[in-house]
Structure formats: structure tokens, C-alpha cells
């Protein structure tokens, strides 16, 4: 394995799709979250994330089944302070659990998706 350097990694994940059937309540919803509105459109939106990664969502064709685990955990430095936000806003976060790497709760989201909040596991290194 090559040593580790400080520089950032020369790959990115530029997109992720969620497929939601309001795409306007549920581009609010990640607003909410702390995501920056890029473009909104009646049959999607693209929200960015930190490091440039783009949410884009789009019209769901069949319903989504409540507990749909989201294809994607949101990461943030602090993750009992996003806890408490979160609730202060009456997302009503799981209790916090600690694994081997991270610690996370869950939120429900648009279309009753559950999404995973974690902590952060770039150790301080570029990203």
C-alpha cells in the first residue's frame, strides 16, 4: 500500500438519486438538513452536499414503502450536535448507537425513507 498522502482524493461521487414522489416537500426536507439548493424543477431538484457531491431527486413513478432504507448515510462532523438540530426541528432522531467506526441515529425522510446520520470518519485528512 502507498503511503498516505495529505492531498485530497483524485475521485469524487459526483451524483446520487433519490426518487420521491413531492419532490418540492422533500427538497425542502434536505434543506433543512444543512443541503445547498443548486436547482429546483417540479419533476426534480440537485441539492449539494460538502464536498460537491450532488442529491439530485426526482419524481418517484410507484410509491415509495415507508422504512425504504435511503441508498446513502449523510455524515457530519458532530454528530450529537446534528442530533439535537434535528430534533430541535422535529425530525424526531432514533437514540444515538456506537459501532466499531462510527456513532448514528436515524431520521425518517421524505416518503418515510429512513435515513442513517453517522459521524465522521475522515480523521481529519483532506476530502
Do not use: C
Amino acid at each position: 500500500m502507498e503511503k498516505e498522502t495529505q492531498t485530497r482524493p483524485p475521485v469524487a461521487i459526483g451524483h446520487v438519486t433519490l426518487r420521491v414522489t413531492d419532490v418540492s416537500q422533500a427538497t425542502k426536507y434536505f434543506v433543512t438538513l444543512g443541503l445547498r439548493l443548486i436547482h429546483q424543477a417540479e419533476t426534480f431538484a440537485v441539492l449539494e452536499l460538502r464536498g460537491g457531491t450532488h442529491l439530485v431527486l426526482r419524481s418517484a413513478e410507484e410509491p415509495i414503502l415507508p422504512g425504504t432504507k435511503a441508498p446513502f448515510d449523510l455524515m457530519v462532523d458532530d454528530v450529537v450536535v446534528a442530533r439535537q438540530q434535528y430534533g430541535a426541528v422535529g425530525m424526531n432522531p432514533s437514540e444515538m448507537e456506537t459501532g466499531m467506526v462510527h456513532r448514528w441515529f436515524t431520521i425518517a425522510g421524505p416518503d418515510g425513507y429512513e435515513i442513517t446520520v453517522t459521524s465522521s470518519h475522515t480523521s481529519g485528512r483532506a476530502v
